[in-house]
């Protein structure tokens, strides 16, 4: 069975610090990929990253950057010098080669002026 | 390019009663995903349509049924409505594996 686990619930850092969200996915296909969504209390799901199982490599977009580590079924997203507009909640989630994407909880990011 | 649209915004109903939302996918998308969002939790899988047809089902009841029009839009039906189907309906359209959701129903069963 497919299941995306972010076990923080509830993070809090002062702005311009740095914040990692933590992912770890579960899945027995072999062709899978991995995303980030942003939702801000307007509810919208943002997209942010998709990454397929078979590309590794960190990605990195301007403050935010990703690190996909099949070895650890991880999939953790940093946000550099974090600002107060990053508040929201962030979602990892996962889909397989059917399209049906598995959300894990999200992680509810608040950062304090 | 208009993206992902839903309606209505906001729907408040009654215990029993029926519900229709409604989405327009993403200009050039063949599919439609329905999401049911509870307050606090992640996005959960209704059920997916692709040329008309009922692709896959996530773990719903029979009560949530949908139907996608020739146009590639697509309706989410809900009946017999329990206070427990209070959430946010996302639809979200695709078109090889990317994603794009809309802005969301907001169900409130009273």
């Known amino acids: 069975a497919q299941k995306v686990t972010q076990a923080q619930t509830e993070i809090s850092v002062v702005e311009k610090e740095d914040v990692t969200l933590d992912c770890v996915y579960e899945t027995r296909d072999t062709t899978y990929y991995l995303f980030w969504y942003k939702q801000p209390p307007s509810g919208e799901l943002v997209f942010l990253i998709r990454r397929n199982s078979f590309d590794e490599q960190n990605e990195i977009s301007g403050r935010y950057s990703w690190n996909f580590q099949k070895s650890t079924s991880s999939f953790n997203f940093t946000i550099t010098a974090s600002q107060v507009v990053d508040s929201a909640v962030y979602f990892c989630?996962?889909?397989?080669?059917?399209?049906?994407?598995?959300f894990g909880k999200g992680t509810r990011l608040h950062i304090l002026p | 390019d208009a993206g992902v649209t839903q309606s209505p915004t906001h729907l408040i109903k009654t215990r029993g009663q029926q519900v229709t939302l409604r989405c327009s996918p993403k200009s050039g998308h063949d599919t439609v995903s329905w999401y049911q969002q509870a307050l606090g939790q992640g996005p959960q899988f209704i059920f997916q349509?692709?040329?008309?047809?009922?692709?896959q089902r996530g773990n719903f009841p029979d009560r949530f049924s949908g139907h996608q029009f020739p146009n590639y839009s697509s309706e989410l039906n809900v009946n017999a409505l329990l206070l427990g189907d209070s959430a946010l309906y996302l639809c979200?359209?695709?078109?090889?594996?990317?994603?794009?959701f809309g802005p969301g129903t907001r169900l409130t069963v009273t």
């Open positions: 349509y692709y040329e008309e047809e009922e692709r």
């Open positions: 989630a996962l889909s397989d080669k059917d399209d049906k994407i598995i």
């Open positions: 979200a359209s695709s078109l090889m594996y990317e994603q794009y």
